[in-house]
C-alpha cells in the first residue's frame, strides 16, 4: 500500500471552503513529488460548515423549506445517516441570510432552527447534533420553540413578534402545542447533543446579549434591551420546566451560543454540550482514517489564541497524537499569530501561512487558493518527499 496523507482542515472563512482547501492541499502535495494518496475530510468545529463536513462523512442531504431569521422562506440542509442528524444553526439563521448590510439583532428569529429539528426527528433521526455558531438571532431559542409548538404571549394574550426584542414583554409561556410532541424533556426518544466550543453563560457580561449581540448589529441600548428579554425568557423558562434540584439552565456553559439557543436545546430538549470538532470527528471514524497515515494536515483561515480553544485544528491534532501509533501534524493558514511553542503545546509540528508568501491580505484572500498549493508544495519537500 502506498503512503497516504490525511487534509482535515476547516475553512477559510471569506476564501476558500474546507472542501476547497482539501483540493488545493492536494494539488500542491503532487506538484512538490507526492504520490500517495491524499484523503480529504473536510472539517467543522459545529459553526458554519458543519452539515458540509457531515456530507463529505458520508452523510446525505435532506433540504426543506424553512422560516430565515427575517421570517422570509429561505431553503436550508441537514444531513442525515440512519438514525443520526446533523443540523447547522446558521443554515436556518445564519448572518448571512439576511439581506446584504442588513442586520437585525432584535427581530431575527431561530424558528427555522425547530422546524429543522422537527423534519429530522420526523424522519426517523433519534440521535440529532445541533451544531451552533454565525447566527443572526439573539431570542434565547424562543422561535425554536414556536416552531415545535410553544406559545409566547404578553399580557393580553397576544402572540409576541418574532427575535428577542420583545421578549421583555412576555407574560406568558403555553408549552400544550410543545408537549403534544415533546413531553418536557426532548422530543420522543431522540438525544441532542449540542456541538459547540462556546462556554458562555445565557445571562451577564459573558452572556449572549453582552458577548455577540454587538456582532449582530445591536447598539448598546439594544443590548441591554435584549439582556432584558432574554433574563425575562429565563424567568419563566425555567419556572415552566420546574426542575428545582438542578442548577438553573441559563448559568450552564453553553446556554449563550446561538444567541441563547443553546439555552432552550439545555432546558427543552434535554441536550449535552460537545465539543463541536469532537463530535464531528467522531461522526467521519476519523480514528479509523489514519491507520496507515504519515502525515495529517489541518488548519483554518486564523492560527490564533481563538484556535486553542476549541477550535478544529486543535481538536484534528489532538485526535492525531491519541492514535496508536499517534500521527504527526503539521497546519496551514491564511495567517499564523501563534508562537512554535504554542503550536507544539496544541500538538502541531508546524505552522505554513499564506501571509508568508503574501503578506498583503486582500491579495492573500483574493489568491488564496494558487497561495495554498504552494505552501503544500513546501510541506510535500519537508514531510514527505
Known amino acids: 500500500m502506498g503512503e497516504r496523507v490525511v487534509v482535515a482542515a476547516d475553512k477559510f472563512k471569506g476564501s476558500l471552503t474546507a472542501a476547497e482547501v482539501a483540493v488545493r492541499v492536494a494539488a500542491g502535495l503532487a506538484r512538490g513529488g507526492f504520490d500517495g494518496e491524499v484523503a480529504a475530510l473536510p472539517v ?3 459553526g458554519d460548515g458543519t452539515v458540509a463536513a457531515a456530507l463529505a462523512a458520508g452523510f446525505r442531504p435532506v433540504e426543506l423549506e424553512v422560516h430565515g431569521p427575517a421570517g422570509a422562506t429561505v431553503t436550508a440542509a441537514y444531513a442525515l445517516r440512519g438514525e443520526t442528524a446533523v443540523i447547522e444553526a446558521a443554515q436556518a439563521c445564519g448572518l448571512t441570510l439576511l439581506p446584504a448590510g442588513s442586520l437585525a439583532p432584535l427581530t431575527a428569529t431561530s424558528r427555522g432552527v425547530g422546524e429543522l429539528i422537527l423534519d429530522a426527528w420526523r424522519a426517523g433521526a433519534r440521535q440529532i447534533v445541533l451544531g451552533v455558531g ?4 439573539t431570542d434565547g431559542g424562543a422561535g425554536l420553540l414556536q416552531a415545535l409548538g410553544a406559545r409566547l404571549t404578553d399580557e393580553s394574550g397576544r402572540e409576541l413578534p418574532p427575535g428577542g426584542g420583545g421578549l ?12 403534544e410532541l415533546t413531553g418536557l424533556h426532548g422530543l420522543p426518544g431522540a438525544e441532542f447533543l449540542l456541538a459547540s466550543d462556546v462556554d458562555n453563560p445565557l445571562l451577564g457580561p459573558t452572556g449572549a446579549a453582552a458577548v455577540y449581540g454587538p456582532q449582530k448589529g445591536a447598539s448598546p441600548g439594544e443590548v441591554r434591551l435584549l439582556e432584558t428579554g432574554l433574563r425575562r425568557w429565563a424567568d419563566i423558562a425555567e419556572a ?7 442548577p438553573p439552565a441559563r448559568v450552564a456553559p453553553g446556554a449563550g451560543a446561538a444567541g441563547g439557543l443553546g439555552f432552550a436545546a439545555l432546558l427543552f430538549l434535554g441536550a449535552r454540550m460537545r465539543p463541536g470538532i469532537e463530535l464531528l470527528l ?8 489514519l491507520d496507515g497515515a504519515r502525515l495529517v494536515i489541518t488548519g483554518e483561515g486564523s492560527l490564533d489564541a481563538q484556535t486553542l480553544h476549541g477550535k478544529a485544528p486543535v481538536g484534528v491534532a489532538r485526535a492525531a497524537a491519541g492514535h496508536h501509533p499517534a500521527v504527526p501534524v503539521v497546519a496551514v493558514a491564511g495567517r499564523c499569530t501563534l508562537t512554535a511553542a504554542q503550536l507544539r503545546g496544541a500538538g502541531i509540528a508546524r505552522a505554513y501561512a ?21 505552501l503544500a508544495e513546501r510541506i510535500a519537500a519537508d514531510w514527505l518527499v
Do not use: I, Y
Request: net charge negative.
Open 44 to 46: 467543522a468545529d459545529g
Open 354 to 374: 499564506l501571509t508568508d508568501l503574501e503578506p498583503e491580505l486582500a491579495r492573500c484572500m483574493a489568491d488564496a487558493g494558487p497561495l495554498l498549493e504552494r
Open 134 to 137: 454565525g447566527v443572526a438571532t
Open 240 to 246: 415552566a420546566v420546574r426542575r428545582p434540584a438542578a
Open 282 to 289: 467522531e461522526l467521519a471514524s476519523f480514528d479509523a482514517r
Open 168 to 179: 421583555g414583554r412576555l407574560a406568558a409561556l403555553d408549552l400544550a402545542g410543545l408537549h
